[in-house]
């Protein structure tokens, strides 16, 4: 049947890729042409689309690689890299292994013995259940499997090179499976480009390993760069140990284990001491249910369990293990399932809050103190400003600064005893140092903000605010019923 209708066109700017401005700036410039029709993509590109969203680089294919090893129940995974894990990937595992028939399958998009249906997705138990990783690899690189099951005499290998698997052969092989991958993103020269030098990605790689090594203490690991040992882990049922082998005694020995359990949610696992903070997120260890993951909650509730502890512009160290039942937990949200989804995210923030709270409360947190250069600094500006708050207290008015507004204000609220100062100012009677008339002490901020801006947001709710100053332009200093405040700006 003829179609009695033109077909649709648009207009393309001829001069300038991407220009949607024909009309208004380039009419000289612009053609018409057909829009294109909808088709079906060729199986090969498919593939490797898909394969952009679980191997984004060498490091990805490691974390896919352990994890099936883990999944097999490997006692002793090894892996080995060479040129940043551009040139080769080599895991080893001595794990359950896969015979001829698993083998053919396992390079096929969406094949997986770890889920059969739709209820199994949401009570996973595996780290990998969406069965594209290895399809993935083997879309864009050149992939070599061998495996053998211990039951089996011999083992099978087969290789798959840009999506293209050839026959399976007998091999002779360990109980176990390995899994070779060679010049990564060699079928994409595009994504090559994105490769950063071996140095950083051999970073990367570490970093992955040391996640996966961590998630699973029992387990025997090591990591080969260009043939040098970078690190070997024997198996430990102490998870200090572990991070002892990864990062050193001396950060292990000053770790504070928490555990908190209650409502189906154990949280585990161990925080440094606000001394032990750094400038880098990155010594946020988060696992839940043996995975490593990134999530706002956790990490809020950690953030807040150190606020006032630490330096805001710094980092906590903490390794924290959450059990969570999988019915209540979605991995499913991102292809590398480094994000989850809670059924009830206020409880899990909660529990770890309270673990670490709990914790820090009943610990003596200066252990082991060592201030840094920049924290020494920070206590430097807020004992000058104190210094400087008492001395105008008595030697008559200082100025009440309007100036800077505050953008995400520290509070540190003092108990300071009996305040010097405080026994020459009777209730209502006037006191220097304040701007104002000093107000009587049951006034609250909210009738000091419009003298000081800051204070309103700052100061907690229940904060009686009997008198305050800005210093510096930067600190306010406030005489609250119980003690002192000081509000850095
Ligand atoms: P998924 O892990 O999501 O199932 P993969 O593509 O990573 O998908 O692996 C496909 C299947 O291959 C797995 O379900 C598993 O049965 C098998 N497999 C992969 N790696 C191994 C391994 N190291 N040992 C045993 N079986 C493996
Ligand atoms: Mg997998």
Known sequence: MSNTYPSPVRRRCVRHANCNASVLY?????????????????????????????????????????????????????????DGGRELIQVVDDGGGMDRDDLCLCVTQHATSKIADDDDLFNIHTMGFRGEALASIGAVARLEIT??????????????????????????????????????????????KFLRTNQTESGHITEQFCRLALAQCGVAFSLRSQNRVVHELQPVNDRRQRI???????????LIPIRREGGGVLVEGYVAPPAE???????????????????????HAIKEAYRSLIDPRRYPVAFVFITINPDVVDVNVHP??????????????????????DKFLSTNLDHGFQATREDDAYRDRVRKAMVDFFTQSRSGPAPVHHGAA????????????????RAESAPGAST????????????????????????????????????????HNAFIVAETVDGLMIIDQ
Request: hydrophobic share 35%; aromatic share 6%; charged share 30%.
């Open 336 to 357: 590398m399932k480094t994000e989850i989804r809670w059924r009830d995210s206020n409880y899990v923030h909660g529990q770890v809050l309270a673990a670490l709270r």
């Open 26 to 82: 380039c009419t000289a410039d612009w053609r018409e042409e057909p829009v294109p029709r909808i088709r079906v993509l060729p199986p090969e590109l498919i593939s490797r689309i898909a394969a952009g969203e679980c191997v984004e680089r060498p490091a990805s294919v490691i974390k896919e690689l352990v994890e099936n090893a883990l999944d097999a129940g490997a006692g002793r995974i090894d892996v080995r890299t060479m």
């Open 406 to 421: 505050s953008a995400g204000p520290r509070t540190t609220q003092e108990d300071a005893g009996e305040m010097p100062g």
């Open 432 to 471: 220097p140092g304040v701007e104002s008339t000093t107000p009587p002490p049951s006034l609250s901020r909210g009738d000091f903000a419009p003298l000081i801006p800051g204070l309103e947001e700052a100061a907690a709710p229940e904060a009686h605010v009997s008198r305050a100053l800005q210093v």
């Open 244 to 254: 002892a082998d990864l990062y050193g005694a001396e950060l292990a020995d000053v």
């Open 277 to 299: 903070s750094r400038g880098s997120g990155k010594w946020e260890y988060v696992f839940v249910n043996g995975r490593y993951v990134r999530d706002r909650f956790v990490s």
């Open 147 to 192: 495996s053998r099951r211990p039951e089996s005499d011999v083992g099978h290998m087969i290789r798959v090179d840009a999506g293209k698997m050839s026959e399976p052969k007998p091999v002779a092989a360990k109980p176990g499976t390995t899994v070779e991958a060679r010049d990564l993103f060699h079928a994409v020269p595009a994504r090559r």
